[in-house]
T-cell receptor, first 115, second 115 residues
Framework: GNSVTQMEGPVTLSEEAFLTINCTYT??????LFWYVQYPGEGLQLLLK?????DKGSNKGFEATYRKETTSFHLEKGSVQVSDSAVYFC??????????????FGQGTILTVHP | SAVISQKPSRDICQRGTSLTIQCQVDSQVTMMFWYRQQPGQSLTLIAT?????????ESGFVIDKFPISRPNLTFSTLTVSNMSPEDSSIYLC????????????FGPGTRLTVT
């Protein structure tokens, strides 16, 4: 079946540090991949996405590249800010047919950035 | 994007009672889904809300426990029936916009506590 595995958290960084949150997946076919973010007290927001191999999604300084050979979609940011403190979810959308639109989520990674 | 509202935003309910959660979108959507986020956990898909027909449930979820309606393109309800403390969760609706590129947007969630 489909599954998403994220690195264990929580992750604590100082401001301006480099961020990597690892995400690997198992899926049949060619899923689309997403990163969602949940800021404290807010709903889930789409951060970035990639729909095919070697695509790079980017938004707000965050990037992730769809690596089919390693079944990975790691999230990176070169210099984090305190305002990036949130829970980050990696997700895949099953490919086509009756599975279209259905998201499978990783367990989430809590990121805390200190000044 | 779209504006998605959910009612109620939170509730505290007695064991054995039922609660109906509403989801309203301000745009035309192709697909609507209901997810559950248990405390400290990731999101799990409950079902796909199908317009004018019975919802499609994921493994582990049944219609008697989580009846869903979707009378039109922009509105859906989820009922949590005969509640127990294990049903304490955040319930979220999500949508895929008509004419969009498959991105899924989430409502703010309904935080349910069962005592």
């Amino acid at each position: 079946g489909n599954s998403v595995t994220q690195m264990e958290g929580p992750v604590t960084l100082s401001e301006e540090a480099f961020l990597t949150i690892n995400c690997t997946y198992t899926a049949t076919g060619y899923p689309s991949l997403f990163w969602y973010v949940q800021y404290p007290g807010e709903g889930l927001q789409l951060l970035l996405k990639a729909t095919k191999a070697d695509d790079k999604g980017s938004n707000k300084g965050f990037e992730a590249t769809y690596r089919k050979e390693t079944t990975s979609f790691h999230l990176e940011k070169g210099s984090v800010q305190v305002s990036d403190s949130a829970v980050y979810f990696c997700a895949l959308m099953r490919a086509g047919g009756t599975s279209y639109g259905k998201l499978t989520f990783g367990q989430g990674t809590i990121l805390t950035v200190h000044p | 994007s779209a504006v998605i509202s959910q009612k109620p935003s939170r509730d505290i309910c007695q064991r054995g009672t039922s609660l109906t959660i509403q989801c309203q979108v301000d745009s035309q959507v192709t697909m609507m889904f209901w997810y559950r986020q248990q405390p400290g956990q990731s999101l799990t898909l409950i079902a796909t809300a199908n317009q004018g027909s019975e919802a499609t449930y994921e493994s582990g979820f049944v219609i008697d426990k989580f009846p869903i309606s979707r009378p039109n393109l922009t509105f859906s309800t989820l009922t949590v029936s005969n509640m127990s403390p294990e049903d304490s969760s955040i319930y979220l609706c999500s949508v895929v916009l008509l004419g969009g590129r498959g991105e899924q947007y989430f409502g703010p969630g309904t935080r349910l506590t069962v005592t």
